[in-house]
């Protein structure tokens, strides 16, 4: 199972990580060597303060209307900043207290992102604040098992270049992957989405896994294109699938659900 694989994982590099021994750990302590390419591992830590791992120094920066008129802000000019994040990324039973950004957009015009070199791994961990991963860049391994997101997960437009694993997450609100790209299998069995799960227009070339998912609200899929490995077995959606337009290995998602489960 995928979830056997990344804790095999952990233990690996556990030994070669800096590690955050406090049980109470900023977050700008976080970014800050995380974003100087350090290699990180917290373990069982309550991280306190916006982790930012973006290049923006402020979340509600203001230019002014008269330094947005002269940049020419206001006649459909937009700038983006990727910050590229190259150190392994190891959290496990951690609580982020408030936000996690790897996504911010200021004054609508200005739009700063975080993408990831290298693995990145939250095993058990609780974000309370925003979960901010809005076009994020996974090069590595990606994994989120048993995570718990308490306001919106936003993962849209977000690149899974290797394994994502959402396996056992709780969504408490949104889950967006909507126009999200997956080149493996998208792993969400088990996890439940206690509103909508939005997965519009997303890519899963390999497939998605959601044996066993729960979603208390609507499962958006609509447009969305998946391969052969979907598998949706013990599937439970509440609020009914949107599944217009939905290609499963070639094939609408009615007849393949109906063939395969």
């Known amino acids: 199972m995928k979830s056997t694989t ?3 994982l952990l233990l690996l590099i556990i030994s070669t ?3 955050f021994s406090q049980s109470k750990v900023y977050g700008s302590n976080v970014a800050e060597r995380a974003k100087a390419g350090e290699d990180i591992i917290v373990e069982n830590a309550h991280i306190k303060g916006v982790v930012n791992l973006t290049n923006s120094d402020s979340e509600d920066r203001d230019e002014g ?3 947005k008129f002269w940049s020419g802000k206001w ?4 700038n983006v900043d990727e910050k590229m994040i190259n150190g392994k990324l190891v959290f496990k039973n951690c609580t982020f207290e408030d936000d996690f950004i790897a996504y911010i957009n200021v004054d609508n015009n200005n739009t700063f992102t975080a993408s990831f070199k290298n693995s990145v791994t939250f095993i058990n961990c609780t974000f309370k604040g925003a979960a901010a991963f809005k076009y994020s860049k996974f090069q590595k391994d990606a994994s989120f098992l048993n995570s718990v997101f308490h306001r919106e997960a936003n993962f849209k ?3 899974f270049d290797k394994e994502s694993e959402f396996t056992g997450c709780n969504f408490n609100g949104s889950g967006n992957f909507k126009y ?3 080149d493996r299998i998208g792993y969400f069995q088990s996890a439940e989405f206690k509103r909508d799960a939005n997965f519009k227009y997303a890519k899963l070339y390999e497939g998605i ?5 729960k979603v208390g609200s609507e499962l958006n899929i609509k447009y969305a294109k998946m391969g052969s490995e979907t598998q949706t077995a013990g599937l439970k959606v509440k ?3 949107d599944a217009k337009y939905t290609k499963v290995d070639g094939k609408s998602w009615d007849t393949f659900t109906s063939r395969y489960n």
Do not use: E, N, Q
Request: charged residues 15%.
């Open 6 to 8: 990344y804790l095999l």
């Open 17 to 19: 990580i800096p590690v």
């Open 65 to 67: 209307w008269f330094a």
């Open 75 to 78: 006649w459909g000019s937009t």
């Open 157 to 159: 437009y977000a690149k």
């Open 180 to 182: 999200a790209k997956f």
């Open 209 to 213: 896994d959601l044996r066993g998912t």
């Open 239 to 241: 609020g009914g699938i």
